[in-house]
């Protein structure tokens, strides 16, 4: 052993390079830091520097040197393990113990670094079975038995980090093994240690929990304790051959070896007992509460079979009763006892629920109904008081979710056993959403309400959304509570909306007297309103969902609600009651025997009508746009769900609905010219209000999206109007915001494919589209054109034009796309045209490219060969004139921001979206286009795509610097732009410049280093079609060299790196073709990597490993089947050696 | 004449300066006169005041002339004076103890425009004295460079 000769000297310098690093910055210089730094890194690589380790732990006072022996002491176990005899490092080990035991008075983060110091030596010695794991737990068990807090803290931290070491985690220290090593250790330990570590832990507890009463001391060394037991159970547990990475939320999933431990009732009872004693002191409780939360998700090889999983989730369910109730909840055990039942709900199977014994399971289901109401409460009140931490608000979405998940498997349960529950859980949501005295909204503890107003800006999310998870429960348990909740929402409703009413109309008469909008009290309204829109909002969840891109069904609860009381139906008065929207409800006689659903509806065209109507008489400045969204949304929902609802799609029908909504029913006829009505009068009223007539104009574009609703849409005369009224751009149209504009086209557009006859349609294109095309071609025709191009009014005419345009394009469907399309082509030129006359202003060349983008991006997979190459041509006309503006704009790069790079994401846009003609295309043979050209030759062909996109790609490439990929959606666009040419134009690429071949290489490899895992999968993507390219050319060109480059970054990626498994088939699949195209290059990279190991059975199992990836593929050629054969022993051998190379 | 304010207000003659907008229908980009001061729209955003209220439309502008920046908030249905903005291409033909002669396309000289004290003065003159031929733009009576 070295002695310790010239330890002082060490220590000397040690010590005053410790006073560097931690003097105050102004007091050193950066050189100084760095040398101090220095000492201390060569210090710790210092070649067994053990002896003089234990000198400085011994001798000096400086913590943070002592903090860099023990440093010191950790990397060179590790680095000299072999060299190190087995009793030289176990008595190292029982120093460093003895050491920290000795010394309690020790700076926390000193003992802590020991302590990891020892971890990392039972860690390291666990797989050699050099050092037994066995005498450390005995060593903490005779710590912890004696009594001593500080000692049993000690041993705490011990066993904390034995965990942390082990867990294999991000928590880990890196000790430059294979992840295989730390994936067997992690495995061995969990059958063991662990569990050791848990019944240590579970013994203290119990201790603890017998003893009367705690003083601080004690009760922080219980607290150290239930943190670690929350750790045990926290435990990521590896399933045998794998090795996982970190997850979040684990739930407990142990092995089978664990089954003595955890399906011992007393040790679930303990949790509980403890989480009494603990309950008051808000940080324990979170604990032990997570503890439960843990045992609650317990599933997996544990259980032996259902019976067993079924009587502990029985005791569970008795525990958690038999804490809950008897006490008043705190507020830091709400989210922790809802995490309790939220995961009880979800890992067990609904087998296992349904087989509690029946009163446990309906004492189980009333407790959950009086918590969630109670939470419900309490988190209306954390929002009157504005709170930071919602904590009520978190526990009771999880409550509403759990219920979510019990409701939606309802026909695993006993009939109508959710029925009560789902009442009053209803019940208690709209009371809490209503102003007294129905209701409790706003109101304090002390039962006095308050209400301020706030200033709202725009980046506000809208109720619907925000609330949209707790809405849809509630939604959904109103379903099966339908007999209750569906008349309850309507006569709420409607006698809001009669209230609203009588409100108006006095302060109308106020107004008349004073005319001063300023004294009207608006309280009251206010109130009404945000009844009305809570009302609005859960009855439009309740009916309708809102699937995207699916045909929306009415829900099977409400469909069996209506038909179970369509005998006790008036079908004439339910009738009477929709179409009557101006009158009370309750006024018309019978109304009592209505249809609930329709009446529902009949509810809310009347709030539509009192707003109309308040419109009508001036009043506006008195209504709420927000009550105007949600009747808007409402509306909109609830017609893509229930008007002209198609009866082939149900199982049975309710006659009331079918009557009332049905095709060819007078009913629908009337509804959807009252709500093209109610439409048309927002754009003109609303116009000012930018959310609510985008909601408007989307209501439109529900009514004319369906052939059938649009068939009728067009009948009306109010939608010819429309349609005139927007031509000509008057009043008040115009005002609406350039997106409303967009839609509000689309929507005309959509409307004029409805069945019409020949005429009528020809006079509809005429009112509708002619005008645009004639506008246009008046003002850029004019001969003083380019003088006036720059007047605003000219430009607003312009770019109303252009989003006109987009507004058609979007309106592109398969059997309108062949008129469409010859409508927009003869646009396009003149477009191209205004780019020269607006270089200047950005924001119109931005919409120019638009106008291509989304033509592109609507039209090109219909087109045929002919068609295509037209809009070919038009877009590299469009790229070469702005290639030729760009070459002279200047950007003012210092600080730009992302928008100012719009043209750019829009070009790169344009491209792939003529690219992605090469997957989507619906254009067999010309034939929608069939009358009208006869297709010209082939031969004649002038401009490919791949024309086309290269010269955008030579545009695009120079301007995309590294700088500019920092910019998520330019860096997106722009890798699936490269992809999508590597695959579709593989030959392509080597024609390329040789700077911008250089450049497209470079991104490439850039993309698959150090980009996100998205981007370097779509590298990956792009480089076997590459690798194939090659394959059929000359071996020596650049491409050639290239691949190569790229086979030995794929290789180290997967062999070398810890990669994200999802890539493994995109790398291997890049992998093999370069492999085909680099046999010796391969051969070789392998050889070098087997020599560089010296390890001899490392080295057989990795040759074998590679011997066994290439059995089946050799010689390696460009086929299907053997490419499909590597890939899958690929991943035996990512499975078999993967974590062996992977060091940590 | 330091002042810019006295050439933009003598700038055109007949017709009218401003005209009203609908609040909520001015964009960003384009051009509005906040504080009596004709300016670009740099920032638009709405509000409203609780829930129920109405639309509120914050708007930040930069003077075209000064480049100073001013705010102003109001209620989206109210409607505000937009500038009429005129830019016309002169070519430089002259420049005569600080004045500048230009020509307009059809020939029409007109003498009465300083060279600007900024940059873009600056690189007026100094484009003059290299004997380059180029195109001045006037916006509404005041100078922006566009070299040609």
């Known amino acids: 052993m070295m002695a310790a000769v010239g330890a002082p000297e060490v220590i000397t310098q040690l010590e005053s390079a410790a006073k560097v690093l931690m003097a105050p910055p102004s007091m050193v210089s950066t050189e100084q830091r760095q040398h101090a730094e220095h000492v201390f890194l060569s210090f710790r690589k210092s070649k067994s520097p053990f002896a003089i380790c234990k000198h400085i732990l011994e001798t000096s006072k400086v913590d943070y040197v002592l903090f860099q022996a023990a440093t010191a002491i950790m990397e060179a176990v590790v680095r000299e393990w072999i060299l190190l005899e087995k009793t030289s490092i176990e008595s190292l080990r029982a120093f460093l113990l003895t050491y920290v035991l000795q010394r309690p008075n020790l700076q926390k983060y000193v003992r802590e670094q020991i302590l990891l110091a020892v971890a990392v030596i039972v860690k390291r010695g666990s797989l050699d079975k050099s050092i037994s794991c066995k005498s450390i737990f005995h060593e903490v068990g005779q710590l912890i038995s004696s009594g001593n807090p500080t000692v049993q803290t000690l041993a705490c931290s011990i066993l904390t980090a034995l965990l942390s070491e082990f867990s294999s ?397 369509s005998t006790e139906v008036d079908i004439n008065t339910t009738l009477q009651i929709l179409g009557s929207p101006g009158e009370k409800a309750s006024s018309i006689p019978g109304c009592n025997r209505t249809d609930s659903v329709i009446r529902l509806l009949s509810a809310v065209l009347r709030t539509s009508e009192v707003e109309s109507r308040a419109t009508r008489a001036s009043l506006t400045e008195l209504l709420s746009p927000q009550m105007g969204k949600d009747i808007v949304w409402f509306l909109r929902r609830w017609a893509k769900t229930y008007l002209l609802v198609d009866e082939k799609l149900y199982e049975q029908i309710s006659m009331p609905l079918s009557t ?43 009514l004319v999206e369906k052939r059938e609703r649009a068939n009728i849409v067009v009948q009306c005369e109010s939608w010819w109007n429309l349609a005139k009224q927007f031509a000509s751009r008057s009043p008040p149209l115009h005002l609406l915001s350039s997106s409303v504009q967009r839609s509000l086209m689309k929507a005309l557009v959509l409307g004029g494919f409805a069945h019409m006859d020949s005429d009528t349609k020809q006079q509809y294109w005429a009112e509708v589209l002619h005008p645009l095309q004639q506008r246009f071609l008046n003002l850029i025709n004019q001969e003083n054109f380019a003088q006036i191009s720059q007047e605003e009014a000219v430009k607003q005419e312009i770019v109303a034009t252009l989003e006109a345009l987009c507004g058609i394009a979007e309106a592109t469907q398969i059997d309108n796309v062949a008129s469409l399309f010859s409508f927009l082509m003869d646009f396009l030129s003149s477009c191209i045209g205004l780019m020269e006359v607006y270089s200047n202003t950005p924001e119109t060349i931005n919409l120019i490219i638009e106008v291509f983008v989304e033509v592109a991006h609507k039209q090109i997979c219909y087109l045929g060969e002919t068609k295509s190459m037209k809009l070919y041509e038009a877009c590299l006309t469009l790229l070469q004139v702005y290639s030729k503006n760009n070459q002279s704009r200047k950007r003012s790069d ?44 082939a031969s004649s062909r002038t401009v490919s795509a791949a024309d086309v996109v290269l010269y955008g790609v030579n545009i695009v490439l120079p301007l995309m610097s590294q700088d500019l990929l920092k910019f998520p959606s330019l860096c997106n666009q722009y890798y699936k732009l490269i992809t999508f040419i590597c695959e579709i134009f593989p030959e392509k690429i080597p024609q390329l410049p040789e700077d911008l071949f250089k450049s497209l290489m470079f991104s490439l490899e850039l993309g698959m280093t150090s980009m996100s895992s998205e981007i370097s999968q779509l590298c990956l993507e792009a480089l076997s079609p590459l690798a194939e390219q090659c394959a059929k050319n000359q071996k020596d060109s650049p491409l050639f060299i290239a691949t190569r480059h790229f086979l030995k970054l794929v290789f180290d990626m997967l062999v070398l790196q810890k990669h994200n498994t999802e890539m493994t088939v995109a790398a291997g699949e890049a992998l093999y073709t370069l492999v085909c195209l680099h046999q010796a290059e391969y051969s070789e990279l392998v050889e070098t990597l087997l020599s560089s190991q010296r390890d001899a059975v490392i080295y057989q199992r990795l040759a074998d490993a590679f011997n066994k990836l290439t059995a089946s593929s050799t010689p390696p050629t460009m086929d299907r089947k053997q490419k499909v054969a590597f890939l899958k022993s690929l991943e035996e051998f990512v499975a078999n050696v993967g974590g062996l190379l992977c060091v940590k | 004449m330091a002042d810019p304010d006295l050439d933009f207000q003598t700038g055109e003659s007949g017709a009218s300066a401003t005209y009203p907008m609908q609040c909520s229908a001015l964009r960003k980009n384009g051009y509005v006169v906040l504080k009596g001061r004709p300016c670009k729209i740099v920032e638009m955003s709405t509000s409203k005041t609780g829930k129920h209220g109405h639309a509120k439309v914050n708007l930040v502008g930069i003077d075209i002339f000064t480049n100073k920046k001013y705010e102003d908030m109001c209620p989206s249905t109210h409607n505000m004076d937009v500038p009429s903005i005129k830019r016309i291409d002169y070519q430089l033909v002259n420049i005569n103890e600080g004045y500048m002669s230009l020509m307009s396309d059809n020939g029409d000289i007109r003498e009465d425009l300083r060279v600007p004290d900024n940059d873009v003065g600056r690189e007026i003159e100094t484009k003059f004295e290299a004997g380059d031929e180029f195109m001045v733009t006037v916006l509404s009576s005041f100078c922006t460079l566009e070299p040609l």
């Open chain 1, 894 to 937: 210092a600080t730009a921001e992302e928008d100012q790079y719009q043209d750019l994401l829009l070009i790169m846009e344009l491209l792939t979206n003529l690219l992605s003609k090469e997957f989507i295309d619906f254009s067999d043979t010309d034939e929608v286009f069939r009358n009208q050209d006869q297709g010209t030759p």
């Open chain 1, 660 to 702: 009332a909504f049905g095709a060819d029913t007078e009913g629908a006829q009337w509804i959807v010219g009252y709500l093209l009505e109610k439409v048309i009068n927002n754009l003109s009223v609303w116009s000012s209000e930018a959310e609510l007539a985008n909601d408007t104009v989307e209501l439109l574009v529900t």
């Open chain 1, 169 to 565: 985690s991000s928590k880990t220290s890196s000790i430059g093994l294979s992840m295989e090593f730390h994936g067997n250790c992690k495995r061995l330990f969990q059958e063991e240690g662990l569990r050791q570590i848990f019944m240590l832990t579970m013994e203290v507890l119990q201790e603890f929990s017998r003893r009367e009463n705690l003083n601080a001391q004690m009760s922080c060394v219980f607290q150290r304790y239930l943190a670690l037991a929350n750790q045990v159970l926290s435990w990521n547990f590896l399933p045998p051959n794998h090795i996982l990475f970190a997850t979040q939320n684990v739930t407990l999933k142990p092995t089978e070896t664990w089954r003595e431990a955890l399906l011992d009732t007393r040790i679930m009872d303990l949790f509980f007992t403890v989480h009494r004693k603990i309950r008051e002191d808000s940080d324990m409780a979170q604990d032990s509460l997570q503890c439960l939360a843990q045992l609650a998700s317990m599933h997996g090889p544990i259980f032996p079979d259902e019976s067993a999983q079924i009587s502990y989730l029985a005791h569970l369910v008795e525990g958690l009763l038999s804490m809950i109730n008897g006490i008043e909840i705190e507020d830091s055990e709400a989210v922790g006892i809802s995490n309790i039942i939220s995961n009880l709900i979800t890992m067990f199977p609904r087998s296992v629920l349904t087989a509690l014994p029946s009163e446990l399971f309906t004492s189980f289901i009333n407790c959950l109904t009086l918590l969630t109401c109670s939470f419900g409460r309490s988190a209306a009140l954390e929002e009157v008081l504005d709170k930071d931490d919602m904590v009520y608000m978190d526990a009771y979405d999880k409550l509403l979710e759990s219920w979510l998940t019990l409701v939606q498997d309802e026909e695993h349960f006993p009939r109508g056993c959710f029925v009560q529950p789902a009442i009053q859980v209803f019940n208690s949501y709209i009371q809490c959403h209503l102003a007294a005295p129905d209701g409790t909204r706003n109101l304090s503890v002390n039962g006095i309400s308050s209400h301020d107003e706030e200033e709202i800006n725009e980046l506000q999310e809208d109720d619907r959304e925000l609330f949209s998870d707790q809405l849809s429960s509630i939604g959904m348990l109103g379903r099966v509570a339908a007999d209750h909740c569906i008349p309850l929402l309507t006569s709420l409703l409607e006698d809001r909306v009669t209230r609203l009413h009588g409100q108006l109309q006095r302060t109308q008469q106020h107004l008349m007297a004073s005319s001063d909008l300023g004294s009207v009290d608006r309280k009251v309204l206010d109130d009404l309103y945000e009844d009305i829109h809570w009302l609005i909002l859960v009855s439009g969840y309740l009916l309708a969902d809102d699937p995207q891109g699916e045909t929306p069904l009415i829900p099977s609860e409400v469909m069996e609600f209506s038909i179970k009381h």
